[in-house]
C-alpha cells in the first residue's frame, strides 16, 4: 500500500498563473482533505470531502477549488496564484478519526 | 475566539528523560484529542487518540492525559531519545461533520545526547 500520495513534490509558479495539485489515496477512505502549513500557523483546512462527488469549505478556502470525481483522488485547484498562496500543502484521509498525510506539496508563487 | 495553544518555543532534553509538551484550547468542545508528529519535509503522523470521557492513554514510552476542566491535554515521552526529536502537533476533533481536525501550530521536541 502506497497510502497517501501527492503529486508533485515542488512547484514554482507565476503570480496569475494556475496548476493542480493531485492527491491519492488506495485505503478505501471515505474522506480527504486539503491542508496548508505556514510558519507559525499550523495545519489550516483548506477544503475537504466526506465522499466521492461531495466537497466542502474548510477554513481558509478563498482562492482554491477541489474536485473528488474519483473516490481515490481528490485535486486541489488554484486558478489564479498569488504570493500568499506559496506554503506547503498537505493531503490527508481517513474514514474514522485518525487521519493519513501524504507526503506533502512545496508551492512557491513568485 | 477559538484558540489551541501549544508551546511555540522549542523543547530541549537530555537522553533518557522524560519530556512533557502542553497543549491548551479555549472555546472548543472537542470529542476528541489526538497527537502527530511531524519530521522536517514530511507528513504528520498519528500517535495517539484520547476521548473526552478518558483521562489517559499509553502506548509504549507514549502518555497523553485529557483534562477538559482546565482544558489541557499533555503529552509525555518516557525514557527519551534523539530518535524522538520532531515536532509534535495537538489536534481536536472539533465535530460538525466531516471528522475534521484543528491543529495546534507544533511544539518542535530536541533529545540531545
Known amino acids: 500500500n502506497a497510502g497517501v500520495t501527492q503529486t508533485p513534490k515542488f512547484r514554482v509558479l507565476k503570480t496569475g498563473q494556475s496548476m493542480t495539485l493531485l492527491c491519492a489515496q488506495d485505503m478505501n477512505h471515505e474522506y480527504m482533505y486539503w491542508y496548508r502549513q505556514d510558519p507559525g500557523m499550523g495545519l489550516r483546512l483548506i477544503h475537504y470531502?466526506?465522499?466521492?462527488?461531495?466537497?466542502a469549505k474548510g477554513e481558509v478556502p478563498d482562492g482554491y477549488n477541489v474536485s473528488r470525481l474519483k473516490k481515490q483522488n481528490f485535486l486541489l485547484g488554484l486558478e489564479s496564484a498569488a504570493p500568499s498562496q506559496t506554503s506547503v500543502y498537505f493531503c490527508a484521509s481517513t474514514n474514522r478519526d485518525t487521519q493519513y498525510f501524504g507526503p506533502g506539496t512545496r508551492l512557491t508563487v513568485l | 475566539s477559538q484558540k489551541i495553544e501549544q508551546n511555540s518555543e522549542a523543547l530541549n532534553i537530555q537522553e533518557g528523560k522524560t519530556a512533557t509538551l502542553t497543549c491548551n484550547y479555549t472555546n472548543y468542545s472537542p470529542a476528541y484529542l489526538q497527537w502527530y508528529r511531524q519530521d522536517p519535509g514530511r507528513g504528520p503522523v498519528f500517535l495517539l487518540l484520547?476521548?473526552?470521557?478518558?483521562k489517559e492513554k499509553r502506548k509504549e514510552r507514549l502518555k497523553v492525559t485529557f483534562d477538559t476542566t482546565l482544558k489541557q491535554s499533555l503529552f509525555h515521552i518516557t525514557a527519551s531519545q534523539p530518535a524522538d526529536s520532531a515536532t509534535y502537533l495537538c489536534?481536536?476533533?472539533?465535530?460538525?461533520?466531516?471528522?475534521?481536525?484543528?491543529f495546534g501550530t507544533g511544539t518542535q521536541l530536541k533529545v540531545e545526547l
Open positions: 470531502s466526506v465522499g466521492e462527488g461531495t466537497t
Open positions: 489536534a481536536l476533533g472539533i465535530g460538525g461533520g466531516g471528522n475534521k481536525l484543528t
Open positions: 484520547i476521548r473526552e470521557n478518558e
